[in-house]
C-alpha cells in the first residue's frame, strides 16, 4: 500500500473530519463543537427555530453569556440592563427550549467563550470548534482547528453537526530564539504582525511553531493564536504535545479514563511530517523582541517599547493616507517617543490575556505599587473561574490595594458595547487585541500592549517599560 503524502498538523485534523468531498477545494467537515455568545446566538436560535429543526446531537453545542455582559462585581442574573436586555433574555430562552447548555451570569463557570472552552474541556486537541467570534482561533493553542463563522452559518452547524469549508492555503511561522525576560507572549504577537503585516496571513490556516512556540505555557499559546485574527489568518494551530495533553487531563468535559488515554494517543500523532507542503512560511528570530505597543490604529502599526512613532510620508505611497489618518485620530508626531505618553486609563481584560498567567504577571508589577493619581485602571478576569483562582491567591487584594477596579467576567471593553464605559478616558492601554478608531467608545485612542507593560503604565501614569519593575 503507497503510504499517505506527508502533511501538516492542520491537515492532519482537517482529514479527520472530512464526510465527503464537495469539489476538488472543498469538504464537507464534522463540526465537534459550536460555540454561541448573547450577542449572536438568538439569531442563530432564531433561525434554527423559524426552520422547524433541532440539534443534531445533544451535548455538542453551548451557550456562554459574555459579549455585552455588565462586569460589575455585584451583577446580578435578574438585573439586565441596556443592551443586554435585548439579547441575554431571549438566548436564555432559546437555548433552554433547544437542550443547549448555557453558561449564564449567574454560573461559576461563565466566562468569555475563548477562556472557558479550553478551561473546561469543551475545546480540545484535534477537535473542530466553530463560534461566531473572529477570535475563535484563539483555542488553536490547544491544538484544535477553530475559527469564526457567521450567524447563517452557526445555524447549519447545529442543525446537522457539519459545514461545507474551502481548503484554506497553508502557511507555517517559524519562531526561533528565546524570548527575554518581561517578553511576553503577546510581545511575541505584535512583533510579529508588525514585521509581516496584517495581511501577512491572508486567509491562511497558520501552524506557529519552533522553540519559540514550544517553550510557551498553554495560556501564552492561546494568546499567540488569538493574536492571529490580527494577523489576517482564517485560523492558527499549535501542535499539541506531552504539555498540552497534561494541560487538557481531567478537566470537566474532557475524556476520562481509557478514553482519555486512547484521545491522548491520537493527539500524539497530531505535529507536521517534516516533509509537509506549505503554501507560505516565514520565520523570525524572536531573541531581540522588546516589550512592544501600538502607537496607531490597526495592530500592525507597533513598534518596541524604547521606539519612536513613524513618520507615514516614508511609507508607500498607498499606505501614506492610512499612516496619516492614524496620526491624527492618536494625537501622536512622527519621531515622537512612545515611552512616556501620558495615558488617562489602563485595561487588563478579554481572550486575549485574562487568564490566570496574565493576572499574576500584572500583579507583579503593582504589587506594593499605587496607579497614578487620575488613571482609571480595570482588571476584568476572563472567567469566573480564572477570578476565583486569583483571588485564592490574593490577586485580588493586589490589585484592588494598588487602585485597581477588580470585576467579573466578560467581554468588557474589548469593544465598546455600553455595559462598561472609560468614563470619559480617551487615551487608553489595553491587553485587548484590536485598537480600531472608536472600539473602546467614542474618540478612545488604544495602544495594545502585554499586560505587564499595561500594568507599569498604569502605575507610571504614562507608557512605560514593566521590565524595571519586574526586576
Not at 447563517?152 to 447545529?158: D, I, K, L, N, P
Request: with cysteine; aromatic share 6%; glycine share 10%.
Amino acid at each position: 500500500m503507497q503510504s499517505r503524502r506527508p502533511r501538516s498538523v492542520i491537515e492532519k485534523i482537517w482529514d479527520d473530519h472530512v464526510v465527503s468531498n464537495v469539489s476538488a477545494d472543498e469538504d464537507l467537515l464534522f463540526i465537534d463543537r459550536v460555540l454561541m455568545h448573547e450577542r449572536t446566538g438568538p439569531q442563530l436560535l432564531e433561525g434554527l427555530r423559524s426552520a422547524g429543526r433541532q440539534p443534531a446531537y445533544k451535548g455538542m453545542d453551548f451557550g456562554v453569556v459574555d459579549h455585552i455582559v455588565d462586569t460589575s462585581p455585584d451583577r446580578s442574573a435578574t438585573d439586565i440592563q441596556g443592551r443586554a436586555a435585548e439579547f441575554i433574555p431571549r438566548l436564555r430562552e432559546l437555548t433552554a427550549e433547544a437542550g443547549i447548555q448555557l453558561f449564564d451570569v449567574d454560573d461559576p463557570r461563565q466566562g468569555i467563550v475563548h477562556v472557558i472552552s479550553p478551561e473546561l474541556g469543551i475545546a480540545l486537541p484535534g477537535c473542530t470548534l466553530v463560534c461566531a467570534d473572529s477570535h475563535t482561533c484563539t483555542v488553536g493553542g490547544i491544538g484544535a482547528l477553530a475559527w469564526g463563522i457567521g450567524s447563517t452559518e452557526g445555524e447549519h452547524a447545529v442543525a446537522t453537526q457539519t459545514l461545507v469549508m474551502r481548503r484554506p492555503r497553508l502557511m507555517q511561522v517559524r519562531l526561533t530564539g528565546k524570548l527575554q525576560p518581561g517578553v511576553t507572549a503577546k510581545d511575541m504577537a505584535l512583533s510579529v504582525i508588525a514585521r509581516f503585516s496584517n495581511e501577512g496571513a491572508n486567509g491562511c490556516a497558520v501552524e506557529f511553531c519552533g522553540e519559540a512556540v514550544t517553550a510557551l505555557d498553554m495560556e501564552a499559546r492561546m494568546t499567540l493564536c488569538n493574536m492571529a485574527a490580527e494577523f489576517g489568518a482564517f485560523t492558527a494551530v499549535v501542535a499539541p504535545d506531552e504539555m498540552t495533553i497534561e494541560w487538557v487531563r481531567g478537566r470537566p468535559f474532557a475524556p476520562k479514563g481509557e478514553v482519555m488515554e486512547q484521545a491522548a494517543a491520537h493527539w500524539r500523532t497530531l505535529f507536521s511530517d517534516p516533509d509537509a507542503q506549505w503554501d507560505v512560511t516565514a520565520s523570525a528570530d524572536i531573541s531581540d523582541v522588546k516589550p512592544q505597543v501600538t502607537w496607531g490604529i490597526s495592530p500592525y502599526m507597533g513598534l518596541p517599547i524604547d521606539g519612536r512613532v513613524p513618520d507615514p510620508a516614508t511609507w508607500e505611497e498607498n499606505l501614506q493616507e492610512f499612516g496619516g489618518r492614524a496620526l491624527r485620530y492618536m494625537g501622536l508626531e512622527p519621531g515622537q517617543a512612545i515611552a512616556g505618553v501620558a495615558i488617562e486609563a489602563a485595561f487588563i481584560g478579554s481572550c486575549t490575556n485574562s487568564r490566570l498567567s496574565d493576572l499574576r504577571m500584572a500583579a507583579n508589577v503593582v504589587r506594593g505599587r499605587r496607579v497614578a493619581p487620575g488613571v482609571l485602571a480595570i482588571v476584568v478576569p476572563g472567567s469566573m473561574q480564572v477570578r476565583a483562582a486569583a483571588e485564592a491567591e490574593g490577586l485580588d487584594r493586589v490589585f484592588i490595594d494598588a487602585g485597581f477596579e477588580w470585576r467579573a467576567s466578560g467581554c468588557s471593553l474589548c469593544v465598546y458595547n455600553g455595559s462598561d464605559s472609560f468614563r470619559g478616558a480617551k487615551r487608553v492601554i489595553s491587553t485587548t487585541n484590536r485598537n480600531f478608531e472608536n472600539r473602546q467608545g467614542p474618540g478612545v485612542q488604544t495602544h495594545l500592549a502585554s499586560p505587564a507593560t499595561v500594568a507599569a503604565s498604569a502605575v507610571a501614569g504614562r507608557i512605560a517599560d514593566p521590565r524595571p519593575l519586574l526586576g
